[in-house]
């Protein structure tokens, strides 16, 4: 299995067993699985954690949600690698809401007190915070005279905030594949082939007890996940790192995969993430299914002193919405997204010949990496 496959199959792990179980918060594994084999039309997930390291510990807002807004903070206190006390803040905002189309996230660490005197690099604190929404659309012309060549539906993913490290806050010190404070915004936007999310739901509900040994369940469910990791049709990244020396193994990880490179330097102050996938509509009914993820993820160095923060603040909302010519119409398989975030275009005079249906317009490689990345990142 090359690289990139490998890492495609293990995003599909993730996304499944991790994030939509973990989505029906309170429930047991088995009431989780009947909930989604139930109603698996759309997924929406969201979590935040807060982390800090080298001990293992967190703060007591880690959570996940369905379908719903949360805004956890948490104040301790923890002992430095050179035995300095340290307060710190953490705080963190997720939301989904497919009625809206909308999604928000939002991560903030503040240093708020240091007992004992100066402290040394190597203790950090972690903020992460994560929103996905999905849903699948079937596109349908009122007529064959509506399918004029080139007529296309565009989905656009956009999210707006700021990154704000406080004044001052040394961005580059640190070992050079993660520096002592650092930031990372990851948005992706993919499309499936219809049929995806049953193949989903199918591998949430393989059962150990429905195979004779290990080593066929795992193979039932690497199988699925092949099958699920070669739907991806189009995919469009947005990656912004707050260290040049991160963006450049980060671009030469992929170097194989990418035409161009995809992560870029994230600056402080406005940031856009903006993303848009098209769909050719060359038949009389269009079915797929999509998906958007955003992750923002920050580290904050106790050595940076009192009042130092890092802030990533997307919880202006980020809107999906889906533009379609005039003479063609949209249902959601989720019966939820709202007609408000569908645009309707008078036709063009277009007369450019009908494209291949669904081709890959933003590069070979799958969105599936880049989350494993960036989690592969934050675990590091």
């Known amino acids: 299995m090359n690289f990139t496959r490998y890492l495609k199959a293990q995003v599909v792990r993730n996304m499944t067993t991790v994030g939509l179980l973990m989505a029906f918060g309170g429930l ?24 800090f390291l080298p001990q293992e510990g967190s703060f007591d807002f880690d959570g996940g949600a369905i379908d719903s807004a949360n805004s956890q903070s948490g104040q301790t206190t923890i002992t430095s690698v050179d035995g300095v006390q340290v307060g710190v803040k953490q705080t963190a905002t997720h939301a989904a809401n497919p009625a809206a189309g909308e999604t928000k ?48 539906a565009t989905l656009t993913f956009k999210l707006d905030g700021a990154f704000n490290p406080s004044q001052g806050l040394d961005l580059t010190s640190g070992p050079a594949d993660m520096p002592n404070n650092y930031a990372e915004l990851l948005a992706v936007a993919a499309i499936f082939e219809t049929g995806t999310f049953d193949l989903i739901v199918q591998n949430e509900l393989l059962d150990r007890d429905d195979f004779e040994t290990e080593e066929e369940f795992i193979q039932a469910s690497d199988d699925l996940d092949q099958q699920i990791e070669a739907r991806y049709n189009v995919f469009a990244p947005t990656w912004l790192i707050s260290n040049q020396a991160v963006v450049d193994l980060a671009n030469q990880e992929f170097i194989d995969e990418l035409r161009d490179p995809l992560a870029r330097l994230l600056s402080p102050g406005p940031v856009m993430a903006l993303m848009t996938v098209e769909v050719p509509l060359d038949q009389l009914d269009i079915s797929f299914e999509w998906t958007a993820q955003f992750l923002t993820t920050t580290y904050l160095d106790a050595s940076a002193g009192v009042d130092a923060s890092i802030e990533m603040d997307f919880a202006n909302t980020g809107v999906v919405t889906l533009t379609i010519p005039e003479g063609f119409s949209v249902t959601s398989g989720s019966g939820l997204f709202p007609q408000s975030n569908i645009i309707v275009l008078a036709a063009p005079d277009d007369t450019s010949p009908v494209p291949e249906p669904m081709t890959a317009v933003l590069g070979v490689m799958s969105f599936a990496g880049l989350m494993v990345a960036a989690r592969r990142r934050r675990a590091a």
């Not at 903030?108 to 996905?132: L, M």
């Open 28 to 51: 047991g594994v088995s009431q989780a699985k009947a909930a989604l084999a139930a109603d698996h039309d759309h997924f929406t997930y969201t979590e935040s954690s807060g982390t």
């Open 105 to 152: 996230i939002y991560t903030k660490t503040q240093i708020v007190s240091v007992e004992g005197g100066p402290v040394s690099p190597g203790t950090r604190f972690e903020n992460f915070a994560g929103a996905d929404i999905s849903d699948s659309f079937t596109i349908t012309a009122d007529n064959q005279a509506a399918l004029r060549p080139g007529a296309m």
